[in-house]
């Protein structure tokens, strides 16, 4: 935020003055801010802010939250507060509150040194654990929350973490599409498996797949919480069955199509074929 003198006769001396909101921000920040005038030998000049932010507290291994994460499509994540060295006092985290309901946070005082593990650094006697999750009673949603703590340290009093989610999409469905090798010998079949995993909110309803056309079939049994195994299956049925189809999940009142092809993964799949256009109408 900038303000400034607008008009500043010639020869002497006109001031701008601008501020930054640092509660977001950690280590080194630099912002710019442009100054149009009508001086005819130099209209625009950018100034630059330079800032090293030091709050109370130092988050690790980043400042912030973000999901879904990883391979696994986590909803959870854990970060460490650790005291900055600059600052007195003692980290005394109390009155956590979240921007959202549907986010659950855990706190754990660290009293002895702990090894590094699950994606975050290790820790020393003082540091806290946060583990932030996203509960299933959390809607279709996409957007930037935060979580609010106390420290109980004089710079910093109260800190704002940002988490990020996304809950768009039902599902995370891999591999998509899905390639079956076809059998060496035609009367057995061509399978393959996918892992569906739900997006919490939805992990509530039972997933439901269907294959079509008829020469594929599918199979779902749990995996473990919020995640499906799918076996799909492709039977031949003479020279002329068809091998490529596709594979509905299906959730609530969501779904995800996958498309399926047994042969070479290679080759692109095969099109719809278009619709005619309409017939003119006639006078």
């Given amino acids: ?97 979240t921007s959202a309901p549907w986010l659950v946070v855990r706190t754990r005082r660290i009293e002895s040194p ?59 469905v891999t591999p998509s599409p899905l390639f079956l090798s076809p059998p060496a010998d035609p009367s057995k079949l061509a399978t393959g498996t996918v892992t569906a995993i739900l997006r919490p909110g939805l992990s509530k309803d039972s997933l439901k797949a269907t294959a079509s056309p008829e020469p594929f079939s599918v199979k779902m049994e749990p995996d473990g919480a919020r995640r499906y195994r799918a076996t799909v299956a492709w039977k031949p049925n003479g020279p002329d069955t068809a091998k490529e189809g596709t594979v509905v999940f299906r959730a609530g009142d969501e779904s995800l199509t996958v498309q399926v092809r047994v042969g070479d993964p290679k080759a692109a799949f095969l099109k719809p074929p278009a619709r005619p256009a309409p017939s003119p109408a006639s006078p």
Avoid: H
């Avoid at 959870?76 to 509150?97: C, F, M, P, Q, Y």
């Fill in 114 to 172: 702990e090894p590094a593990a699950e994606g975050i650094p290790a820790t020393m006697p003082g540091d806290y654990v946060l583990d932030v999750s996203v509960s299933e009673d959390a809607p279709k949603t996409q957007g930037g929350f935060n979580v609010k703590l106390k420290t109980g340290l004089p710079r910093e009093p109260e800190v704002s973490i940002p988490v990020s989610v996304i809950l768009q999409n039902p599902m995370r």
């Fill in 1 to 97: 935020m900038a303000s400034f003198d607008q008009a500043i006769p010639p020869g002497k001396v006109g001031k701008v003055s601008a501020s930054v909101r640092t509660e977001n921000y950690r280590g080194q920040v630099e912002k710019t801010i442009t100054v149009t005038t009508d001086d005819p030998t130099k209209s625009v000049v950018t100034l630059r802010i330079k800032a090293n932010v030091v709050g109370s507290i130092v988050m690790l291994p980043r400042p912030g939250l973000a999901f879904p994460t990883g391979l696994n499509w986590d909803y959870s994540g854990r970060l460490i507060l650790r005291k900055d060295e600059t600052e007195k006092g003692e980290l005394a985290v109390s009155d956590v509150t």
